[in-house]
């Protein structure tokens, strides 16, 4: 705790961090205002249906990400997921198009381009996703709409504010990442995410305080043991690396001699980070809503339960998923002829393997190795909540669990701190991490 408050000083004392902070706070409580702010012609009293659809199930989770914005039919209902759809359609096109694989490489001026066509797109899936919005608000909260008003007059306009509000909300991200600590798109998603944890912390506490088979103070000092732990594994796991060896021949300066200078290339055992999880979540989607278009009884009950995240069948597919999205996502983003080659570029080598091919084949063999164990710890987490449902934990506190919202709180959580422990470093300031030093992300770590 001392040492949180002498940091807590010594970010005050830099006058650059102290603003970047400042703006920072102020772009969020803008954030979490609007997310209260109801859609013109809405009556908020009369929207119980609505908030009981996204108490469980699929729709919870959009409801967490946009902080609780969805069920209250907020201008910001729709939240950030959209752009997040978006910069993943363009991550798959800028691989498998020529003209976008150019684009990349032309640096700034093209990853400016890229994120120009992003926004483009995020802007057509609005305009997909808002009337998605407005008929499943038109379904189960019609009263909702104020007497006077018919809901044809009403879509039009509620479909640009809701289009505005999710791009405002990308602008507010946007200032965040170049005028604040960093990570702004991250760090909207992270807010949201926190702002259910009091509520659900709440009810939690009372139903294991309440109920007849709550399990009292025991109990809830075990469940906190078990989201502590999981925690813990996360931060450790997530920022696991398997160090390749590589030997760099330097010429010394007026000397005929080479000397080895050894460096490694980490491969990262969560190469791809949320992202299955992410896909896993959208495919999961699809057939509930198919099933539950087809309005048979037996399909009906089969779309329920996949649907319900706590179910086995969900569980099942959503394992098989995001494992064979960690290897696809893997395969697609990293491109190990391509680090081979750039290592013999360089005049690198690993230690008894020849450069080139057998690089590469050396380089898959070990990302083979990793990814499978990854994919496990990746699918293990993403089904925690489901895990925990077997301690009777209430379904909003065991988000909190596991899936996509602790991992999304994990890394937004590193990477700010590295952000500012970045900034406290340069003015010989020390930061909150022990270490001193933070592990680089990407790129060549020296020893």
């Not at 999304?408 to 500012?420: H, M």
């Amino acid at each position: 705790m001392k040492k949180f408050i002498e940091t807590l000083k010594n970010c005050w004392k830099v006058e650059d961090l102290r603003m970047r902070l400042l703006i920072t706070v102020l772009f969020v409580a803008i954030y979490r205002f609007g997310s209260f702010v109801v859609l013109p012609g809405i009556n908020p009293a009369n929207l119980e249906k609505l908030q009981e659809q996204t108490a469980g199930g699929l729709m919870s989770l959009l409801d967490m990400f946009s902080g609780g914005a969805f069920s209250n039919a907020s201008i910001f209902a729709l939240g950030i997921m959209p752009y997040i759809s978006a910069s993943i359609v363009m991550q798959l096109v800028a691989i498998a198009v020529p003209s976008f694989q150019k684009m990349q490489r032309e640096g700034a001026s093209g990853h400016k381009k890229i994120a120009q066509y992003t926004r483009y797109l995020t802007v057509a899936i609005l305009l997909f996703q808002a009337p998605s919005y407005l008929l499943n608000l038109k379904m189960t909260s019609a009263s909702a709409l104020a007497s006077g008003l018919s809901w044809t007059e009403f879509m039009i306009p509620a479909v640009f504010i809701l289009s505005a509000g999710s791009m405002f909300i990308l602008w507010l991200g946007e200032r965040i990442t170049d005028k604040g600590v960093g990570n702004g798109v991250s760090m909207i998603i992270m807010i949201g995410i926190i702002a259910r944890f009091p509520q659900a912390f709440i009810q939690e506490v009372s139903s294991r305080f309440t109920a007849i088979t709550g399990g009292g103070l025991v109990m809830f000092i075990v469940e906190i043991l078990i989201l502590y732990a999981v925690v813990c594994a996360a931060i450790l796991l997530t920022q696991a690396t398997r160090k390749v060896p590589v030997e760099y021949a330097k010429k010394l300066v007026g000397n005929s001699q080479v000397g080895g200078v050894r460096q490694y290339i980490p491969l990262k055992l969560f190469a791809a980070n949320v992202m299955p999880i992410i896909f896993a979540q959208a495919i999961m989607f699809i057939p509930a809503i198919v099933m539950q278009a087809i309005g048979s009884d037996n399909m009906v009950g089969l779309a329920q339960a996949l649907m319900d995240t706590r179910s086995l069948p969900y569980c099942i597919i959503y394992v098989i998923l995001i494992i064979a999205f960690t290897y696809f996502y893997t395969a697609i983003t990293l491109n190990p002829t391509q680090m081979a080659e750039d290592m013999k570029r360089n005049n690198g080598f690993i230690p008894g393997v020849k450069p080139g091919e057998d690089t590469a084949n050396y380089i898959e063999e070990i990302m083979s190795r990793l990814t499978f164990p990854g994919s496990l710890f990746i699918a293990f987490i993403a089904i925690m909540p489901a895990l925990a449902s077997l301690l009777d934990v209430q379904q909003a506190f065991s988000q909190f669990f596991g899936g996509t919202s602790l991992l999304i709180l994990v890394g937004v959580v590193i990477d700010t701190l590295q952000q500012i422990q970045s900034h406290l470093m340069m003015r010989h300031y020390d930061g909150l991490l022990t270490s001193g030093r933070t592990r680089p992300q990407n790129g060549v770590s020296a020893y």
